[in-house]
Each structure stands twice: as structure tokens, then as C-alpha cells.
């Protein structure tokens, strides 16, 4: 299968992009100055990511439509303002997680971002669990550009007016040339930001203008240690088909009201976790020193017995070491709990943590 | 003869008398990009040729790093284990690895040029 191109590949190129396939995409894991630089420049200034290879799925809908996807998604849609965004998941009848994923209500629907490795098997999910009720479109010719970082504000506003006014997980249409542009103050770095979708046609252009005032373009690789700072999950790491979104420690992501009232995909799983708790559980790990402990490093307790495994590990450049997420029993999961990592045959000492390892600076109530 | 040589795992060699100096190559640092965590062999422990002889890891991986060599560990870079950015400065240089008492000068001669490693990394990059 040939690998896709996202709309900003030539922009890539031209500034100088090594390239890796990803989900099917040629997409660019860094730039010329390297992922520590990238990561530093984005949470100090503002970084640019082509998001693009990332479904843009679009279903269109009044009332019947919010009570479907509520029997779909563990949110409480019936409440949810048009134009606000919330953070939720597409599981199977045992609750576990096939995508993670922002819906956001529109005017006539609901707009559902997912992950590109993920996309087409859920379109298909979702398309048989709706009964091919409603029209639903999987927008190839739009592209996702994510700005962030703390400058993002200054620099999108100087291109696009009033994006000033939205709050974290809102967002609203914008004119610019006369392109429509949907932009949500979003993002997934930990840091305040902005997600614009936009014509194919239009990223380029749209992009270099971002450029010009000062933004940097970033690549897979420090969204992966950005986001890993942040204590974010990344599907295929954290979350995959055997977890669910309790074992997952998401469960701030599930709305109260349906956690009373069940009737969603999973909820019966999902509600006994919550009452009875779960054998394994996500956290956060502070290797001591220096040393780094990648996916499926083994971890061991105190007395040696095997508790858990590493689901994501690299260096944090704003945290000056290394960090990781994995899942461990639940008796270990205590913050402060001693634990060790066997790394290249030895076991090295570590703690587990609170997330996320950097705090997050998100704008609310800006009006 | 302070000729320097390179192996095809991208360390260079440095010998002077019967003491090598071993590094990474700039190409290898361009390869793995942001060096953040180095392990250097113990010393006094005695590596044989091509064998492992460390790690190098960067935000994206851990390579191993190997001895194109045998030979006694002498002495360590303690600088580039606390700051492993130094590895991505200065890597022919300053950010030297490890020190080796060679035992037979003859496998040097099975290491590249300077000339040698250039094509090599050219043709291996492409």
C-alpha cells in the first residue's frame, strides 16, 4: 500500500523533515534541530503539527443522533453546548478501548477527531452501531494543524481575530480569505493551544503564514515526549483493545450522570470497576538516575515479583529526565510506591508518581 | 602515528602507544539525534572486538555501542554520562567514551580510513 501525503508534505520537505510511516502516512518525526529543541521551543514559544493524518469525521443529526451516540459514548451529550468539546472513547461490549477521541457538537451534528491508526476501523464501528441512520462523512480534504504552546495565542490571533476568545475545548468557525476554518482551543501537549481544520488547499499557505510570525513547525517525535510529560494517554501505548478507560485512569472522562444510569456500550463493565475496583491500573514512573525505560520494560516490586509492564518511556527535556506511564497491580499503585525496572538485564530502582510530570497550563474562563 | 580509524558501527579509534580512545562518529549522533542517556563499560573490565560496550540512547531509542577493539577499560568519560548532550556537540573530540589497553595492534587494521568511512557512511545513508 503507498503511503499518503498530507497536504503540508512539500512545506515538510522544505524545511528540512526526516520522515516516518506512520498509520499509513508519510509524516515528518522531527526537523533539523532535533526533538529536545522542538519539545523546549513548544513549551516555551509555539509549536506547529500537522495533524492531518487524523480522522475528521463528521455526523450529521438532531435528537435521535445525541441518543444513539449517548448509547455509544459514556458523555452526556444532551448537555453538551454547541461548539464545546469533550474528550471520550469508542469501546467494545467488554469496555474495551478501540480509539480515543474529541467530539465536539456543530451545528447540525457532531464532529469526532480520531486517531489516524484507528480511524477507518471506527467509521466502520460507528456506521454499523448507528444503522447507517445518519450521513456521515470522513473529511479527506480537510487538514488538522495544531498550534501550541504559550505564545500560540499571539501568533493565531495575528492571523485569525477573536481565536483569543475561546475557551480550553470550545471552539467556533472563523473567516480567513474567505476559507472557512474551524478552530478549538485544544491540543495534546499540555500546553495552551489551538487545533484549526481547514481546507487541503488552503494548510500551506495557512501554515507558512504561522511561520512567518514567529511559530515553528514540530514533529511525531516531540509530540510524543510533549505529550508524555503531560501524562497523556497515546493509543497502541496506554490504551489498545485490552484496556478500559477505569484501568486506564480516565475515569474523569465519564460523565456522572451516565455512570448513575449505564445504558452505554461497556457500561456494565464500566460501572462494576468503578464500584469494585480494577486488578491493574495506569500510572505515572519516575525512574531514578537517568536511566530510560521503554514499552514493555518489566516492573518488579520490592520483592521481586513481577507487577507490571511500561507502556511508554523516554527522556523529558522539561523535566530534565526520564518519565514513563505503565500499568501496574493495583496494591502498587500508590504514589511513592517503590518499584524496579529491568532494563538490559537490570533492575533499576523507581517510584510511581502523580501525572502529569509537567503541569499543564490550559486557559479557562477567558470570558 | 596518531592515525584515527572507524568501524562499521560508526565508533572512531584513536590509538596512541598501546591506549585507545573510543568514541562515536558525528554521522552515528546525526543518526541517532538527541543523545540522553549513556552507559560506559566498567573499568577494568577486559571487551573483545565488536562486542557490546555500552549504550547510547536518544529520545527516540537505545542503540548499543560496541569496542571495535579488544582490550582492558582504562579510563571513562564521566562528563558524557552526566550530560549526554555533550555526545551530540563535540563526538569526535571531547565526548570520547572510553579508554582501552589494547592487546593486539593488528585489528586495526581491519578498520576503515577516514576516506574509507566517509563513502561508507554515504553509501549506508542512502
Redo the contacts between chains.
Sequence with gaps: MDTKKTSLYQLHQDSKAKFVEFAGYQMP??YSE????E?RFTRNHSGIFDVSHMGQLFIYGREDLVDDLERIFPLDLKNLKLNHSKYSFLMSDNAGIYDDLIITKIKDGFLIILNAACKENDYKILKGLLNNKYKMIMDEDKSLIAIQGPKSVQILKSVIQGVENLNFMSGNWFTLDDHNIYVTRSGYTGEDGFEVSLTNEFADGFTRRLIDKGAKLIGL?ARD?LRLEAGLCLYGHELSKDKTPVEANLKWAISKERILKGNFIGSDIIINQLNNGVSKIRVGIKPEG???A?EKTKIYNESDLEIGEITSG??G?SVNG?VAMGYVENEFSKKNTKIFLEV?GKKHPATICGLPFYKKSYVKGVN | MNEVKYSKEHEWIKLEGDIATIGITRHATELLGDIVFTELPDKGSNIEKDGTAGVVESTKAASDVYTPVSGEVVDLNQSIVDDPSKINQDPENSAWFFKLKIKDKSEMDTLMNKDEYDKFAKESST
Excluded at chain 1, 532535533?34 to 529543541?37: A, H, P, Q
Design positions: 518525526i522531527q532535533g526533538i529536545v529543541e519539545h517525535g515526549t537517568r536511566i530510560i521503554r523516554t527522556f527535556p526520564p538490559r
